[in-house]
T-cell receptor, first 110, second 114 residues
Framework: RKEVEQDPGPFNVPEGATVAFNCTYS??????FFWYRQDCRKEPKLLMS???SGNEDGRFTAQLNRASQYISLLIRDSKLSDSATYLC???????????FGTGTSLTVIP | GAGVSQSPSNKVTEKGKDVELRCDPI?????LYWYRQSLGQGLEFLIY????????KSGLPSDRFSAERTGGSVSTLTIQRTQQEDSAVYLC????????????FGSGTRLTVV
């Protein structure tokens, strides 16, 4: 079983729509959680960390559900510039590595 | 430096040749990671360096791959006797004081083995 699993999509949504991605992780000992964004042919960039109480950054809201072992990303009022692949990342806090999901592709359509 | 710097940005090599990829992490970052990403695929962990500890090499796909980190800073990933399946983008990332901060990627080296 993969450490982190994501629905690859693609998600095609109109501008202004609200879209949500989920990601599940297999190890209940996981401690740190992140969402990264990767544009085509570019490196991944940190979008936001995910905190236990949930957190918001502008139009983006991240949630963590430890009981069900999933994290989510909600994007409100989608913009064309939100089109990218969103990567879910989980760390065991053991000092060795982060585990990346394979990403969810989002295309915002005019 | 301001970010993670990787060189070269692109490398085309003939099958069977050796290549060296360089990563210069953000100053002060103690942890350094190498990943690779094949076209349309997710990130594949290769190796992790943390301070002066022995590196975690568990992701290296074969003994043709090796990496070192000199002086706790610059890292070099070496691929010997390259094969066509080695073609990918090789990404380096660094972070400060562990995983809770997330990490910053370099722009990668696009390796093409012909």
């Amino acid at each position: 079983r993969k450490e982190v699993e994501q629905d690859p999509g693609p998600f095609n949504v109109p501008e202004g729509a609200t879209v949500a991605f989920n990601c599940t992780y297999s190890n209940s000992a996981s401690q740190s959680f992140f969402w990264y964004r990767q544009d085509c042919r570019k490196e991944p960039k940190l979008l936001m960390s995910v905190y236990s109480s949930g957190n918001e950054d502008g139009r983006f809201t991240a949630q963590l559900n430890r009981a069900s072992q999933y994290i989510s990303l909600l994007i409100r009022d989608s913009k064309l510039s939100d089109s990218a692949t969103y990567l879910c990342v989980v760390s065991l806090y053991t000092g060795n590595q982060f585990y990346f999901g394979t990403g969810t592709s989002l295309t915002v359509i005019p | 430096g301001a970010g993670v710097s990787q060189s070269p940005s692109n490398k085309v090599t003939e099958k069977g040749k050796d290549v060296e990829l360089r990563c210069d992490p953000i100053s002060g970052h103690t942890a350094l990671y190498w990943y690779r990403q094949s076209l349309g695929q997710g990130l594949e962990f290769l190796i992790y360096f943390q301070g002066n500890s022995a590196p975690d090499k568990s992701g290296l796909p074969s003994d043709r791959f090796s990496a070192e980190r000199t002086g706790g800073s610059v890292s070099t990933l070496t691929i010997q006797r390259t094969q066509q399946e080695d073609s990918a983008v090789y990404l380096c990332a660094s972070t400060f004081r562990g995983e809770s901060y997330g990490y910053t990627f370099g722009s990668g080296t696009r390796l093409t083995v012909v």
